[in-house]
């Protein structure tokens, strides 16, 4: 459809101005003529920039002939643009060069500069932000990166704090999360490749890796899975990029990736010979391949001495499965006190409960999701006034209407306050639906229900294949001792990796 447009289009123009030249290796459709007047018109109407207020053109001489300079309002920075027009406005016609190439080469002062012929990688520059200046009896535009994208500061992210180390966090700007890794890898080794993916959107996606640490196989994988991606745009951002590499598994909940807003913790996984994905307008980067292990892990384990860092990693996996088992286990005991030991009898109903215990659980696990909606979309004045309706209304008149029993309360509340352990929203909400499943399993199976609810949360996890085809348990299966205890125990930073 967009190449009988052009067709149509190139009829128009070839009737307005006369028949557009032919030249070698393509038709003036597809590539820059050197006739400044065809050129701004095709470029006008592909930009459309009679109606878009933001398409700026400016027409200028350089050098005695006539050029036409393309931008987006927004993206441009002031002082360098008005210096480069003083600079072409003065060059004298003798000092002017006869193609792109050496325009570049001994005419243009500025760093970021380059030259195409082609309307397609043209038209993108431009709408990415770069500018286009057409010259006269030029066939190749040239484009100047004087970029400025509208950006917040690099300040510390809110969901990934840390008691130490560094506070600056990735922002919207690709190129700013690229240089927040250089800061911290300065070697020759490191790569930082681009690509694009969506039709309309034409997304930047940053592949950044270590060369000789890299899993070749797999960053060649992913390269092709990302040049696969036959979508309109990338809507979502990353997760729009996650559900395109791993397409057919959305029926297992637990996360397929790591995410970061820390430039630390993206600048350890490079150097630990993983992928990180950065894609534009995200604030975040996406680690590849990613294990359960690689999910639990925060920056606050290595932030800390090895003794307090391994009581912190251990403590974060306690907790984890303990938000999973708390209230299945509940409940199972519940149907079945005969099985709870003399010495624990405390944790009985004080109360017959008017509402069947599994139906408590599942109100209070919707409600907590509730509450956690309300607070994202509650204003900061409005905030204190949740909270306090929340705790007197949820909680004691809650209890003493008879919805629910206090043991309940106390063991949903651990569960609420516990997710928070650990940053990882995907696997909260897994350890989540797997909770849900085998309450329901364990209400109307029992002790059956309660073992094929923990044998569907451990199938889940083995099904759960990395990007890289190895298992999402590793190095616990396949078992690798070594590693795994290098996942469990913070140790001293190996000699090798300080040199």
């Known amino acids: 459809m967009a190449e009988n ?29 050197g006739i400044l007047e065809q050129d701004s018109a095709w470029l006008d109407r592909k930009l459309a920039s009679d109606r878009n207020f933001d398409v700026v053109t400016r027409t200028i001489e350089v050098g005695g002939r006539e050029a036409a300079l393309y931008f987006i309002d927004g993206f441009c920075k002031d002082d360098p643009l008005q210096k480069l027009l003083q600079y072409f ?17 001994k005419s243009l002062p500025y760093i970021e500069v380059d030259q195409e012929k082609e309307w397609e990688k043209i038209t993108s520059s431009v709408l990415s932000g770069i500018f286009a200046l057409l010259v ?35 922002v919207e700007t690709v190129v700013f999360n690229t240089a927040l890794i250089r800061r911290r890898i300065r070697d020759t080794d490191l790569r930082m490749e681009m690509m694009s993916a969506g039709k309309s959107s034409k997304t930047d996606i940053v592949l950044c890796y270590m060369d000789s640490r890299v899993d070749q196989g797999f960053l060649e994988e992913i390269k092709q899975k990302i040049r696969n991606i036959r979508v309109d745009s990338l809507t979502m951002n ?29 600048a350890a996984q ?7 994905l950065l894609v534009d307008n995200s604030p975040s980067a996406m680690i590849l391949p990613t294990t359960i292990f690689d999910v639990v892990e925060e920056a606050d384990d290595y932030y800390f001495p090895p003794v307090t860092g391994t009581y912190l990693r251990m403590t974060r996996f306690l907790i984890s499965l303990l938000t ?28 017959p409960p008017n509402i069947p215990l599994v139906w408590q659980f599942l109100i209070l696990e919707l409600a907590i999701d509730g509450l956690r909606l309300a607070a994202v979309n509650t204003p900061n004045m409005l905030s204190t006034p ?36 650990q940053a990882n929203y995907e696997l909260g909400y897994a350890l989540k639906f797997m909770r849900i499943i085998t309450l329901v399993l364990t209400a109307v199976f029992g002790i059956w229900g309660y073992i094929a609810g923990l044998l569907v949360a451990a199938l889940c996890m083995c099904c759960n294949k990395t990007l890289s085809h190895r298992s999402y348990l590793y190095p616990l ?15 001293r930073l190996p000699r090798a990796r300080q040199e």
């Open 477 to 491: 299966y396949p078992l690798n001792l070594k590693k795994l205890r290098n996942r469990l125990v913070r140790r």
């Open 238 to 266: 990353q997760e729009s990029l996650a559900e395109c590499l791993v397409p057919g598994r959305w029926w297992n909940p637990f996360p397929k990736f790591k995410y970061t807003e820390r430039p630390d913790t993206a």
């Open 324 to 351: 999973y088992l708390m209230t299945p286990t509940f409940l199972l005991l519940m149907n079945h006190p005969h099985w709870i030991p003399e010495g624990f009898s405390f944790i009985m109903l004080q109360e």
């Open 386 to 421: 949740l909270s306090v309706m929340a705790a007197l209304v949820l909680g004691e008149f809650s209890v003493n209407s008879g919805w629910f029993s206090s043991e309940v309360m106390l063991y949903m509340a651990f569960v609420a306050i516990a997710n928070y352990t």
């Open 5 to 33: 447009s052009e067709n149509q289009y190139s009829g128009q123009l070839s009737q307005g101005t006369g028949a557009l030249r032919e030249r070698e290796g393509g038709d003036s459709r597809t590539a820059v003529s």
């Open 136 to 170: 006269d009896g030029y066939r190749e535009a040239v484009l100047i990166d004087a970029r400025s994208y509208p950006s917040r500061g690099v300040e510390e992210p809110e969901k990934d704090k840390v008691l130490r180390g560094s506070k600056d966090g990735f």
């Open 270 to 276: 490079v150097l630990e010979g993983n992928v990180i």
């Open 89 to 105: 406005m003065d060059m004298k016609p003798e000092d002017m060069p006869q193609d792109a190439a050496h325009l570049l080469k």
